[in-house]
């Protein structure tokens, strides 16, 4: 049975999921760059059996943003996204050093070191959970309104009638 209905309403809120997600990203400060925010997309995926689904694409390091969690060694982090974070954030840098060999060094220790992101900020299952909330009678109607339309096409016409 097709149900054109549901997999929009599906769609949508994926596309609900992801701005929540970005503006949760704003409303608890962990927007510096803006590289995560726009790392936040909705993509369409089919898989072998026809099943169509919205996934929500993002930056890894959304992970820890959200959960707090500790990024582990190994790895070097972009050193662009670092110098951009220190131009952002204004921090001095060194007078021995530029600004791009700065960022090398801090990327080549998060690389040794790992990272530590003290307070988590969630935003990824909040967003989820916010966008299942507000959407959920929407989902519901779509999966009805397919439903009905799946009995019309099967009846072609014909009525039924139910004495009780």
């Known amino acids: 049975m097709e149900l054109p209905s549901l997999e929009l309403e599906i769609r949508d809120t994926a596309i609900i999921v992801a701005q929540e997600m970005v503006d949760r990203l704003y409303s608890n400060n962990s ?3 803006g590289n995560l925010v726009n790392s936040i997309k909705v ?3 089919q898989d ?3 099943n169509i689904t919205y996934p929500i694409s993002y ?3 959304g992970n820890y943003v959200d959960d707090g969690a500790e990024r582990g060694k190994g790895g070097m982090p972009p050193v662009e996204a670092i110098a951009d ?5 204004r921090i001095n840098v060194p007078t021995a050093m530029t600004p791009q060999q700065f960022a090398w060094a801090v990327a080549k220790s998060i690389e040794k070191r790992g990272q530590r992101f003290k307070k988590p900020k969630p935003f990824i299952g909040v967003s989820l959970q916010e966008a299942l909330n507000r959407n959920t009678q929407n989902v519901a109607n779509a999966a009805a309104q397919d439903i009905a339309d799946g009995i019309a096409k099967q009846l072609n016409g014909k009525t039924i009638t139910i004495n009780l």
């Open 31 to 33: 927007v510096v760059t």
């Open 48 to 50: 072998e059996k026809g």
């Open 59 to 61: 930056k890894k390091y």
């Open 43 to 45: 993509l369409q995926a």
């Open 85 to 89: 974070w220190i131009k952002l954030k």
